[in-house]
């Protein structure tokens, strides 16, 4: 049975106070939302997406002021944050109150709480009054949902209503950043950027130790599509994608600078070179070049500059999710 796709804030509300699913729309990826406060209704998101029960999900909020029946403590770090990106896509890290469920938390001391902007989330989250529990709305390891459509398509009738926002304004997950300390760590990086949070905070940002509390989008094989892909500079590109047409393999092609050469059996996308355009497109791009049905998914390498660090870290576990061939 096709899943149902609309904008009745109130059928999903109801559908969420009865322990059911439903997909929201932020402004980064779709979420699979379940009511946080359930245990059961938890569940059902982990059995939707085939993941492990011990990966925390983040709560998504009306406002910061509901901050304080999430987190056990809401440090100076944390309101700053709150204050300076929220409503935005920024996840913070903070350790749980006592009421959070284990089954929110994957076990871990620390939940994931986060404002989002669009205003189908927001209306959501006002009518529905409480915390609403949603990791991104794909199967556990693959790409994420960028539009309505691409979720029925995932999840079908693993979900029972799609709340459509259209396409998700950026186009890959929200920053995330421990906010337990007096200086921000960099857990996920996104549309918020390194500069923004130094400039907001006045602080340095650190890299993650190797105790920081897991992040699962942060295992290496993630966000991969089921065709192998490979990052690779436009010239090995090129050549390899001549290589594998005279083998009679076909090739598709997310390419920035280098043009399309002619060969039979390519399937060619033309990225942006700007790098939010570039995110904004990315999911639909990587399904696109997946469903082409071809032996390789080619992607010429962005570049290395900041302002395309999340970018390259979502295309670097594309990459090693097709390399190891497992998607988990
Ligand atoms: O933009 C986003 O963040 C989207 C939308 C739906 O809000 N959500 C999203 O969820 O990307 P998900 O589950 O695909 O990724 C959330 C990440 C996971 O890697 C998870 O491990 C991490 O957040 N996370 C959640 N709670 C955590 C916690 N208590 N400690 C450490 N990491 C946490
Ligand atoms: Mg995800």
Redesign the pocket.
């Known amino acids: 049975m096709a899943v149902t796709i609309g904008r009745d804030i109130a059928h999903a509300v109801a559908i969420l106070q009865q322990g059911g699913l439903v997909a ?1 729309p ?1 402004e ?4 699979l939302g379940a009511d946080a406060r359930s245990a059961g209704a938890v569940r059902r998101i982990y059995a939707a997406k085939g993941r492990p029960a011990d ?4 709560v ?1 909020l009306a406002d910061a002021a509901q901050l304080a029946d999430w987190a056990h403590e809401v440090t100076p770090l944390a309101k700053k944050l709150a204050a300076g990106f929220w409503p935005g ?1 920024l ?1 913070l ?1 903070l350790r749980r109150a006592a009421t959070v469920g284990d089954f929110v ?2 076990g ?1 001391d ?3 709480l ?1 404002v ?1 902007a669009h205003p189908l989330a927001q209306a959501l989250l006002k009518a529905f009054g409480s915390g609403i529990a ?3 709305a794909n199967r556990f390891g693959r790409v ?1 949902t960028t539009t309505a459509e691409h979720v029925a398509q995932e999840l079908g009738d693993r979900v029972d209503y799609v709340l459509d926002g259209g396409a998700s304004d950026f186009g890959i ?2 920053t ?1 950043v421990d906010a337990r300390g007096a200086t921000p760590v960099l ?2 990086p996104g549309q918020v950027s390194v500069r923004d949070l130094e400039a907001a905070t006045g602080a340095g940002v650190a890299a993650p130790r190797t105790d920081a ?6 295992l290496a094989a993630h966000y991969a599509p089921a065709t192998p892909l490979l990052l690779l500079e436009g010239d090995l590109l090129l050549e390899l994608a001549a290589t594998l047409a005279r083998q009679g393999k076909r090739s598709a092609v997310l390419a920035m600078d280098v043009r399309q050469p002619l060969l039979d059996g390519v399937t060619w996308i033309a990225a942006p070179a700007d790098a939010a355009a570039y995110a904004h497109h990315l999911y639909a791009n990587l399904r696109a070049l997946d469903a082409a049905g071809c032996d390789a998914i080619l992607v010429e390498k962005p570049p290395a500059r900041a302002e395309w660090l999340a970018v390259n870290d979502r295309l670097l576990r594309a990459a090693a999710g097709a390399r190891t061939g497992s998607a988990s």
């Open positions: 929201v932020p980064t990826v779709y979420g990966h925390p999900v983040i998504h896509p996840t890290i938390t994957g871990q620390t939940v994931g986060r989002p949603a990791p991104s994420s997950e929200s995330i857990l996920r509390p897991r992040v699962s989008g942060s």
